[in-house]
């Protein structure tokens, strides 16, 4: 982990400052160094130290040269470990002409050589007025390409290498062919089934969930629990509404409840009674004159509801048309003696 935040920090720091100058024993090693790289298989690390010396110069006896773009370029450019060793034979050449330039020296550098590599990098001839030749580029966004190349180009070698190491966790297929030897594109075609078939098997769960769901009788949208206990929450005939909706959802217990409740509301409409917080049912009941018509009627059904509601969990549905009858009873009552 040390390395890896060591490397990136390099990367991000070095790329903006001024390119070094290096002595010719100094590029021979780090030439030598990319050989050897190739040849032990490590074509990333033989890429990365190729990138590194492109932005060197090289003191070269009679001035400063840069490096051979034409032998380091491909291996910087690599992609594949085919195309970094497609270069190793003219870096070959290249380690193999400067070992014995070293050998010969002091002897002077070959003008020849010299105005060669020279040529590679001759800038064209200054206009009158000592400016240099406009560059077409591509203003701020390849400007910020060009600083960020570094930053990319390294995670692209960090997933190459992740790739690989992928890669290592399968068997390579032996001569005889009794192994198992996936490739990318193989890997690729597991990994693509597999989400497909993951993709059914959740498709076909939500489908199944869908049908469930539409089976299941919706029964009423109930109020929150607070408002059902409260009779002025609803109008009587709102009441009567829900008591049948109720009913229809095998709710029983709550729907006698709210048959209950429209016949206290038709009564504090009327004026028969006076809604009153803190009172009980039975404070109610003794409200209503003993001459009442249907005073009887509602002991009877203030009765009825306490018991299957204070005193039951639940309620069968001879309950429910019990209290049903009653409650229109009195309705009917009440709104005959209102007319």
């Known amino acids: 982990m040390k ?15 001024a390119a070094g100058t290096i002595p010719v024993d100094a590029y021979r090693v780090r030439l030598t160094e990319i050989q050897a790289r190739l040849r032990s298989g490590d074509w990333i690390g033989a890429r990365a130290e190729a990138r590194r010396t492109l932005d060197d110069r090289i003191a070269w006896p009679g001035g400063t040269v840069e490096p051979d773009a034409s032998v380091l370029g491909p291996i ?6 085919a195309e970094a060793d497609a270069a190793a034979p003219r ?50 966004l390849a400007a910020l390409a060009g600083f960020l ?10 997933l190459e290498r992740l790739w690989e190491w992928f890669l290592d966790l399968f068997p390579e297929p032996g001569q005889d062919g009794s192994k198992l030897g996936l490739d990318l594109k193989t890997v690729t075609a597991l990994v693509v089934g597999l989400a497909l078939v993951l993709a059914w098997v959740g498709w076909r769960v939500l489908r199944r969930r869908r049908r469930g769901a539409a089976l299941v009788p919706a029964g009423p949208a109930p109020l929150p629990p607070a408002a059902d206990d409260d009779p002025l929450s609803r109008e009587a005939n709102e009441w009567e509404r829900y008591a049948r909706e109720l009913a229809a959802a095998g709710r029983h217990r709550e729907a006698v409840r709210a048959w209950y409740h429209s016949v206290l509301v ?8 006076h809604h009153r917080k803190g ?15 249907w005073r009887a009627g509602f002991a009877e059904m203030t009765r009825h509801f306490e018991r299957e509601w ?16 009653m409650a229109l009873a009195i309705l009917a009552a009440v ?3 209102a007319a």
């Open 76 to 81: 910087a450019r690599a992609a594949r470990p």
């Open 310 to 325: 204070y005193g039951r969990d639940q309620s069968d549905a001879e309950a429910l048309r019990e209290s049903e009858a």
């Open 91 to 140: 870096l070959g050449q290249l380690v193999s002409a400067l070992s014995e330039s070293r050998e010969d020296a002091p002897v002077a550098a070959d003008p020849k050589l010299l105005d060669e590599v020279r040529s590679r990098q001759a800038l064209a001839e200054l206009p009158q007025g000592g400016r240099l030749p406009e560059v077409q580029d591509g203003g701020l």
């Open 149 to 158: 190349k570094p930053v990319a180009d390294f995670f692209g070698d960090l």
């Open 3 to 17: 390395r890896f935040l060591l490397v990136l920090g390099l990367l991000l720091l070095a790329s903006p400052l």
């Open 335 to 337: 709104q005959e003696r």
């Open 266 to 273: 038709a009564l504090y409409r009327t004026g028969a009674l």
């Open 279 to 293: 009172r009980t049912n039975w404070e109610y009941v003794s409200a209503v004159p003993p001459g009442t018509p």
